[in-house]
C-alpha cells in the first residue's frame, strides 16, 4: 500500500514505508529523519541556492533547490530581503518537509 506508515514508530521494530511516496513531512514522524538533519538541509540550501540533491539521512535525498522553486518560493526566499531570516528558514523548512525523497 502505497505511504503506508505504522505508527507509534519504535527503533529496532519494522516500519513499512513506500519511500516514494512518503513526504520528509512522513519519515520525520517515523523518526526516519531528525529536525536537526532538515534543519543543516535548510542552512545548506540558504548558504548555497544552488546546492542541488542533498542527503538529507541514510538513502534519503532530496533536490532542494528543486523543492523550494516548486512552491514558487525561491525568489521570494533569496530576493525578498524585507523578509526575516526566521520567515526564510521557515519557507525552506516548509518546502522541504513536503518533498519526496529523489
Known amino acids: ?3 503506508l506508515l505504522q505508527f507509534p514508530y519504535e527503533p529496532g521494530t519494522h ?30 540550501y540558504l548558504a548555497n541556492p544552488k546546492v542541488g540533491l542533498y542527503t538529507i539521512a541514510d538513502s534519503i535525498i532530496v533536490d532542494v533547490a528543486a523543492t523550494v522553486k516548486q512552491f514558487g518560493w525561491d525568489k ?6 524585507t523578509i ?3 520567515a526564510r528558514r521557515m519557507a525552506v523548512r516548509t518546502a522541504i518537509l513536503l518533498a519526496r525523497p529523489a
Open 1 to 3: 500500500m502505497p505511504g
Open 15 to 44: 516500519v513499512a514505508i513506500m519511500a516514494d511516496h512518503s513526504t520528509i513531512r512522513e519519515l520525520l514522524q517515523c523518526q526516519l529523519v531528525t529536525s536537526e538533519q532538515i534543519d543543516a538541509a535548510v542552512t545548506a
Open 76 to 81: 521570494w526566499v533569496l530576493e525578498d530581503y
Open 84 to 86: 526575516s531570516a526566521r
